[in-house]
């Protein structure tokens, strides 16, 4: 295949790196601005990277053996400096061009590598095996993940296991997802797809789920059909705050104890005692159950499990209210929100902007916005400050290491 040399002009949002030639824009994973690379020829604009002639003094050694045919980290060969600069660039560049000013920033916060808590990953049975990973970069390629650099070391035994122990129940020539989530007294462990259930099949779910120790396991046809509980091991459960309640298995988590830590530590730093406040889209209530001596706090998710889980503790708490509710439907109206102090609302990657542009025309003196994607963040936080609020500080949360990903905490006060 014929290969020509490229010098890479700059680091694109995804981690690519960016040359031009003959007019044409070309994207090299794996390269950094200012190196001299040797490229293969194909008739796409993204070239697989030969060999480095001139390396940048940015560049470092992956951390993982999978890097680059392992679509989940992009970033693994920028040093740590330069690798903070490129997030931090990524998230003026993406306020520039919503055309909002960049307020004052607390300092990036990066969670460490083998700490990561969740994970989605695939597996395929073969005559030969289980193969099971992630899939390759823009392929449905499966990269068999032997190693993960970001990946919790528990989480990491629990995949040695499964890769052992899945053919007591995926048959030859089938496929499965599987969602791991390491909580404080075990793992939850959710099969997606393979063989559909029947009792035979429970009783080899069971005895997979006894092979793995996991805390409970539960399966689901496609991620669109509802869960079925096959074992439960020891109760699942999470704690914010001083609460402890019930985790439905397969609910949302932050993806990092540090990350969620800086979310939490965020909120308290930018909320008070004796608010009257109102949480939307609160999943478990990270954030609501987290707060010191609140006045009242009204949680409200359209997540049916997480609702009901936060129903069961607060049937004797009067200060805690709960409301199943479809926000993006329903979002509460500039009225309701007048009778809280805060608002904090925590979106899918969406964003909230119906919701955003009811806030914008309430009386609700502090918002507290957290966001896992800053583009739909960037186009509420619009819809707030057209309103008159004022963003007045910002905490940038890198819960997803080596990737593009990041999060955001934002403080509003109505001017």
């Known amino acids: 295949m014929p290969v020509f040399d490229l010098i890479i002009d700059d680091l694109g949002a995804q981690g690519d790196g960016i040359a031009h030639k003959d007019g044409q824009t070309i994207f090299v994973a794996g390269a950094l601005a200012g190196e001299k690379v040797r490229v293969e020829l194909d008739n796409t604009q993204h070239r697989k990277l030969v060999e480095i002639l001139a390396p940048s003094p940015d560049r470092t050694n992956p951390a993982c053996p999978h890097f680059l045919k392992c679509g989940g980290c992009r970033l693994q060969h920028l040093s740590p400096e330069s690798y903070q600069a490129f997030k931090l660039k990524q998230l003026t560049a993406l306020f520039a061009r919503a055309e909002l000013s960049v307020p004052p920033m607390e300092p990036l916060v990066i969670t460490p590598p083998q700490t990561r808590r969740r994970a989605r990953l ?230 909230a902007k119906a919701q955003a542009k009811q806030l914008a025309q309430s009386n609700v003196k502090n918002i507290i916005a957290i966001s896992c994607d800053p583009s739909s963040f960037a186009r509420d936080a619009k819809i707030l400050i057209d309103g008159g609020y004022e963003l007045k500080t910002l905490q940038p949360v890198d819960q997803f290491l080596w990737s593009p990903h990041l999060e955001l905490a934002a403080y509003f006060e109505r001017g």
Not at 127 to 144: M, R
Not at 279 to 291: E, H, K, R
Not at 305 to 331: G, Q, T, Y
């Open 122 to 351: 695939t597996a395929q049975r073969t005559k030969k095996g289980i193969t099971l990973g992630f899939n390759e970069a823009q392929s449905h390629n499966l990269v068999d993940i032997e190693h993960c650099a970001v990946l919790s070391p528990v989480l990491m035994a629990l995949i040695s296991k499964i890769r052992k122990h899945l053919s007591l129940w995926l048959p030859v020539n089938q496929s499965c997802a599987l969602h791991l989530t390491l909580l404080e007294n075990g793992i939850d462990l959710v099969l997606i797809g393979g063989p559909k259930l029947d009792l035979s099949v429970r009783e080899k779910l069971g005895h997979l789920a006894q092979a793995l120790g996991v805390a409970n396991i539960s399966w689901r046809q496609d991620h669109k059909k509802p869960l079925e509980p096959i074992a439960q091991m020891v109760p699942l459960q999470v704690t914010f705050g001083k609460t402890s309640l019930d985790f439905p298995p397969a609910s949302f988590l932050q993806a990092t104890p540090l990350g969620e830590k800086a979310l939490i530590d965020f909120v308290l730093r930018h909320s008070k005692k004796g608010q009257r406040v109102l949480d939307l889209f609160c999943g478990l209530g990270t954030f609501g159950l987290s707060l010191e001596k609140p006045k009242y706090v009204y949680f409200s998710d359209i997540d049916g499990p997480a609702i009901k889980a936060l129903h069961k503790n607060f049937k004797s708490n009067k200060r805690m209210e709960v409301e199943e509710r479809n926000l993006m439907r329903e979002p509460f109206s500039s009225s309701e929100c007048n009778d809280f102090d805060l608002v904090i609302f925590d979106p899918p990657r969406i964003g």
